[in-house]
């Protein structure tokens, strides 16, 4: 069975500073991993994904991912934090095969400070 | 021009009432879900439908009737609702049979059983 692990359940970063979030899976096969972002009061919005070839991969709002199939993670980070980034971050592992059904890590909070 | 659109967005009710949750999707999906996610931040499936047909279906009390209508349709039937019920239901789509294909998130229905 697929499952997720976030093992931080809140960061707290400065504006400006770097950010990483981290996230490991565990799947029998090659994985679909994914980064959602959920804002206070709001729905989930997807970052990026991973399904094959480049193990860096760039989303949106400036955040990059990168799969590392030997330790099993697939870490979130940001060069430089803004406030509009204080929000839930949730990774997510699925498969192609039965309705691409979607895992999903706890959730990492992250708080950011002025 | 909402991808996938819940209907409503915030529902309070009493312990023993039967409501019902709707989503629609307009982005020529064939496959829907619905998703929980409890008072912890913590995301779950509950059911997936493809082309109207049911393929997931976790454990959930069969209080829980999922219905679809169609394949831009999935609507969420919660009988006999009890405080547990309490939380964000999200509806999602995705087109299988594609790789790299990403599930998509309505913005959520915020349900409070009193």
């Known amino acids: 069975a697929q499952s997720v692990t976030q093992p931080d359940i809140h960061i707290t970063v400065s504006e400006g500073a770097s950010l990483e979030l981290r996230c490991n899976y565990s799947?029998?096969?090659?994985?679909?991993l994914f980064w959602y972002v959920q804002s206070p009061g709001q729905g989930l919005q997807l970052l990026l994904k991973?399904?094959?070839?480049?193990?860096l991969v760039q989303g949106i709002k400036g955040f990059e991912a990168e799969f590392k199939r030997s330790q099993s993670s697939f870490n979130l980070r940001k060069p430089s934090v803004h406030w509009s980034d204080a929000a839930e971050y949730f990774c997510?592992?699925?498969?192609?095969?039965?309705?691409?059904?979607?895992?999903f890590g706890g959730g990492t909070r992250v708080l950011v400070k002025p | 021009d909402t991808a996938v659109s819940q209907t409503p967005k915030y529902l309070v009710t009493q312990m023993g009432n039967d409501k019902s949750i709707k989503c629609e999707q307009n982005?020529?999906?064939?496959?829907m879900y619905w998703y929980k996610q409890d008072s912890k931040k913590f995301l779950k499936i509950m059911f997936s439908?493809?082309?109207?047909?049911?393929?997931i279906n976790e454990t959930v009390p069969n209080r829980f009737s999922p219905k679809s209508p169609d394949k831009a349709h999935l609507n969420l039937h919660i009988n006999s609702l009890e405080l547990g019920d309490s939380a964000v239901y999200f509806c999602?789509?995705?087109?299988?049979?594609?790789?790299?294909?990403?599930?998509?998130f309505g913005e959520g229905s915020w349900l409070t059983v009193v």
């Open positions: 799947y029998g096969a090659t994985p679909y």
């Open positions: 982005l020529g999906h064939d496959t």
């Open positions: 999602a789509s995705t087109l299988t049979g594609v790789t790299g294909n990403t599930i998509y």
């Open positions: 991973y399904f094959s070839g480049d193990t």
């Open positions: 997510a592992v699925g498969r192609k095969a039965a309705g691409n059904k979607l895992t």
């Open positions: 439908y493809n082309n109207k047909e049911l393929i």
